[in-house]
């Protein structure tokens, strides 16, 4: 079983749509999340931190479920400029306090005009 | 752009060459860390170099390995190269070797082999 789990999509929504990614991760000693943005042939780029209370950044919304292991991004109002694909990251502990990215194989999004 | 400068951008070899690749780490940041991504994967931790010392390493065979150099610019060493090493190698320079800070990824070198 994969670490971070993740609908590989494609996810394909005409612009103005709101549109809903879910991801799973496995290891509950996780202790930060993000999500990350990668467009096509370039590097990743961290989209939004994610935290338990929940938190938003303009037309994005990012919710963490400790308890559920599970983390989502909501996205409204879509951009053509959105299409990309959306990697779900969680940080895995190693000792004295080092730390590594734990990607989901990420989900790609097309939006439509 | 990140001020993280990779090199070279793309890279061809053969089954069983060694390849080096480069990042200089963008101004300020102590820590970089190497990931492979496969073709429709998520990128995979390779190890991570924090003050010239490796400082965590993942699911990697001994013959990935690495450097960092006082300034804070790494190498990333192949040997013997498997037609499955074809990948998009990224490297992040972060100001911690905690990844609660923002990690910053340049732009890749794409290995082929074949």
């Known amino acids: 079983r994969k670490e971070v789990e993740q609908d590989p999509g494609p996810f394909n929504v005409p612009e103005g749509a709101t549109v809903a990614f879910n991801c799973t991760y496995s290891?509950?000693?996780?202790?930060?999340f993000f999500w990350y943005r990668q467009d096509c042939r370039k590097e990743p780029k961290l989209l939004m931190s994610?935290?338990?209370s929940g938190n938003e950044d303009g037309r994005f919304t990012a919710q963490l479920n400790r308890a559920s292991q599970y983390i989502s991004l909501l996205i409204r109002d879509s951009k053509l400029s959105d299409s990309a694909t959306y990697l779900c990251?969680?940080?895995?502990?190693?000792?004295?306090?080092?730390?590594?990215?734990?990607f989901g194989s990420g989900t790609r999004l097309q939006v439509q005009p | 752009e990140t001020g993280v400068t990779q090199s070279p951008t793309h890279l061809i070899k053969t089954r069983g060459q060694q390849v080096t690749l480069r990042c200089s780490s963008q101004?300020?940041?102590?820590?970089v860390s190497w990931y492979q991504q496969a073709l429709g994967q998520g990128p995979q931790f390779i190890f991570q170099y924090y003050r010239e010392e490796e400082n965590g390493r993942g699911n990697f065979p001994p013959r990935f390995s690495g450097l960092q150099f006082p300034n804070y610019s790494s190498e990333l060493n192949v040997n013997a190269l498997e037609l499955d090493d074809s990948a998009l190698y990224l490297c992040a320079s972060s100001f911690t070797q905690s990844m609660n800070t923002e990690a910053f990824f340049g732009q890749g070198t794409r290995l082929t082999v074949v």
């Open positions: 290891n509950s000693a996780s202790q930060s």
């Open positions: 990251v969680v940080t895995s502990g190693m000792d004295t306090g080092r730390r590594a990215l734990t």
């Open positions: 994610v935290y338990s």
């Open positions: 101004s300020g940041h102590n820590t």
